[in-house]
């Protein structure tokens, strides 16, 4: 069945640092792909997204491409700061359902 | 501003209880689900409703029942509590799009649910 797998977290990094979250999908198809963002105490929102092969999602400073040839979407940002410190989660949609299915989540905090 | 609600931000129950997780939206979508959320295990789909008094299982159904009467609103039961459903419980709500990629999932704000 479809699934996701990101990179285990927890990730630490310095304020000013570039972060990468690696996130790869199996799926049927041309699934749509997301990234969600947690922050604490607060439930998910939607930070990207992409929904075909070499769409580039972006928002906030953070990016991700769709990469069908490596089943990747890795998320970017090139300067994080402290405010940026939450659960992401990595997830995809198949274009004839509903349901999202998620990743196992990568925790960043992120030190001034 | 549009929402989901979920009744309790932290619940207690014993188990053996009979637990009710209620999930309000007002954006009038058709769509609700229920995930539950632990620490390495990402999110995890329990139940799902496309419409009124409609539902199916998702990956984990097992111990848990729904509950669809209204549009707006979307329960889920445990109805035996048991210690390992001890976790953060997610509700989500959608509008439902036909063969259009529709990405417009709001999450609610989450229910700590601890059974001991």
């Known amino acids: 069945g479809d699934s996701v797998t990101q990179m285990e977290g927890p990730v630490t990094l310095s304020e000013e640092a570039f972060l990468t979250i690696n996130c790869t999908y199996t799926?049927?198809?041309?699934?749509?792909l997301f990234w969600y963002v947690q922050y604490p105490g607060e439930g998910l929102q939607l930070l990207l997204k992409?929904?075909?092969?070499?769409d580039k999602g972006s928002n906030k400073g953070f990016e991700a491409t769709y990469r069908k040839e490596t089943t990747s979407f890795h998320l970017e940002k090139g300067s994080v700061q402290v405010s940026d410190s939450a659960v992401y989660f990595c997830a995809l949609k198949r274009n004839q359902g509903g349901k999202l299915i998620f990743g196992q989540g990568t925790e960043l905090s992120v030190k001034p | 501003d549009v929402k989901v609600t979920q009744s309790s931000r932290y619940l207690v129950k014993r188990t053996g209880e009979k637990v009710f997780l209620e999930c309000v939206q007002d954006m009038d979508h058709e769509n609700m689900f229920w995930y539950r959320q632990d620490p390495g295990l990402g999110l995890r789909l329990i139940y799902f409703s496309y419409d009124v008094k409609m539902k199916e299982k998702g990956d984990i159904p097992e111990g848990y029942s729904v509950s669809r009467e209204k549009k707006e609103r979307f329960s889920l039961i445990l109805e035996s509590a048991s210690t390992n459903q001890t976790s953060m419980y997610l509700c989500?709500?959608?509008?439902?799009?036909?063969?259009?990629?529709?990405?417009?999932?709001?999450f609610g704000s989450g229910t700590r649910l601890t059974v001991v």
């Open positions: 992409a929904t075909k092969a070499d």
């Open positions: 799926a049927t198809g041309y699934p749509s």
């Open positions: 989500a709500s959608r509008q439902a799009g036909g063969r259009s990629t529709n990405y417009g999932y709001t």
